[in-house]
């Protein structure tokens, strides 16, 4: 069995989370979890705040607040929209003065130094002397050099690229609109540059989704330069007393796994003996879940930052997603085009929310929300037949490991294999597990109809589907007087495939 750091890409709390932050890596992470502890794996699921982000430094100036407590308190609504989410992160960090997540950063950044891929250099960078802010991230936005899309210059949305302020058409400050002035820095760059043949030989054992496998191709051959990693009055932890290596966000985002894992272990009392066995064990690995725009951090900068670390036998899995439409167009914020989680949680239910994105999830291409389907899907799935499958348990209590019905073995077997195929800890895919829940209830839904049997279908639903509808999945085996270890053993082993049929 595999010990496995989960991750979930580190949200700015500059606000609270929509259905797109749901359906993306929030929800596939603690999904991926709990199907792998039902497998047998040992799992830790872990996260942040991204109190560094420059993103932090603007929305404070915008409204006024302290970024630090405005930090503090939109992370305080997110653990608390992800809880009614349903989303179980086993430990989430505040880094924000954290000797845990300081001391992370300054061992990756040293790693990365001693190893000969840092360099301190003078370069030339954007600055808005109406504004005296630098046009990092959030206070500089433009045309990317890449894909011409308007970004900042941090990493594109669009194509998951860093683009290059010196490089960018129309950059402009964030604040006032006005063109920057370009003076000299002194700055630290990671020189990947030289790490192509190294990145490829890793990426040629790993099966990606589409489309991220054409797009690591493509980046690895032709957009690997040096990439700045500090940045002079950003946002970022400042690993020099006087200010000169202010490392940006977006570096530390390695750094910051690892010490919510050793806050995590510590609070255990078990920092040592878990980080042994999850670090720094062959049998070990770190499952990030990201978002397209943070591809390039996480899929090119984290495994050269690894690499360099001696103690660290951990590997690394990767599970990207598309984004997410509202209606058939980009969610927005900004524009009023959004539906906050927690509003669409407390109208429905956890279960069907954590259901119907995960049946639309955009894992290789974009997905659409429509509140007039859910509310339909909803009204036919955790209503009618929800209650008829309820309802019908009673005279069927205690038969379902003999249920009579003939083809019932067969047809488990095939939704058993597409569910460990689902599962797998390389091809995991929640919307394909959706995909395998809605058959089962498909089926369920036509022999209520007919009157038929349904114990053991109903049986499978509850373990198979116990990770995208945890409520409903304890109902039912309550229901049908059913254990949930008894249950989940027949599905990840297989011992009721012969079913006394």
């Known amino acids: 069995m595999a010990n496995l750091v989960v991750t979930i890409t580190p949200p700015t709390p500059n606000g609270d989370l929509h259905i797109g932050h749901i359906s993306g890596p929030f929800m596939a992470a603690d999904v991926y979890t709990r199907v792998q502890r039902q497998r047998g794996h040992q799992c830790v699921l872990v996260s942040y705040s991204d109190d560094y982000q420059s993103y932090m430094l603007r929305r404070g100036l915008e409204q006024k607040r302290d970024p630090v407590e405005l930090a503090r308190s939109n992370t305080a609504r997110i653990r608390e929209t992800l809880a009614c989410a349903d989303i179980r992160v086993d430990h989430w960090m505040e880094p924000y003065a954290n000797p845990h997540f300081a001391q992370a950063v300054r061992e990756v950044y040293q790693a990365a130094s001693d190893a000969g891929l840092v360099e301190l250099r003078e370069s030339e960078e954007p600055y808005c002397p109406s504004c005296k802010v630098w046009g990092y991230e959030a206070f500089g936005r433009g045309d990317c050099n890449h894909c011409g899309t308007d970004s900042d210059a941090s990493q594109c949305e669009c194509c998951a690229l860093p683009p290059d302020a010196g490089k960018m058409h129309n950059f402009r400050c964030k604040l006032c609109g006005g063109k920057h002035v370009w003076l000299p820095a002194r700055r630290a760059f990671l020189k990947l540059s030289g790490q192509a043949e190294r990145l490829k030989a890793l990426f040629a054992q790993l099966r990606l989704r589409k489309p991220m496998d054409a797009w690591i191709s493509d980046t690895l051959e032709h957009h690997l330069d040096d990439w700045g990693i500090s940045r002079p009055g950003d946002a970022g932890l400042d690993l020099e007393a006087d200010g000169s290596l202010r490392i940006h966000t977006w570096f530390m985002g390695l750094a910051g796994y690892l010490a919510a894992f050793r806050e995590h272990a510590q609070r255990l009392g078990r920092q040592n003996e878990l980080t042994q066995q999850f670090w720094n064990s062959e049998d070990s690995r770190l499952v990030h879940f990201l978002g397209f725009d943070c591809a390039y951090s996480h899929m090119v900068v984290y495994p050269v930052l690894l690499g360099a670390m001696d103690s660290a036998r951990i590997k690394q899995s990767f599970y990207p997603n598309q984004f997410l439409m509202l209606e058939g167009l980009n969610l927005s914020t900004s524009r009023n085009h959004a539906i906050w989680a ?46 008829a499958l309820l309802a019908a348990a009673p005279a069927q209590q205690g038969r379902w490991h003999d249920d009579g019905e003939n083809d019932q073995g067969a047809l488990l077997h095939g939704l058993r294999q597409r569910w460990l195929a689902a599962t797998s800890l390389d091809q995991f895919s929640m919307r394909r597990l959706a995909q395998v829940v809605l058959d089962t209830i498909a089926l369920l839904r036509q022999r209520l109809a007919q009157g038929r049997q349904v114990s053991h279908l109903a049986a499978f639903l509850a373990a198979a589907g116990n990770a995208l509808h945890p409520q409903l999945s304890a109902r039912i085996l309550h229901a049908y007087g059913i254990s949930e270890e008894e249950a989940t053993h027949a599905l990840v082993r297989g011992d009721a495939v012969e079913y006394a049929i």
């Open 342 to 387: 927690r509003d669409l949680v407390a109208d429905a239910c956890s279960d069907s929310v954590r259901l119907y994105l995960a049946s639309i999830a955009p894992e290789e291409s974009e997905g659409n929300f429509e509140m007039a389907a859910f509310a339909q899907w909803r009204g036919e799935i955790f209503g009618g037949f929800a209650e």
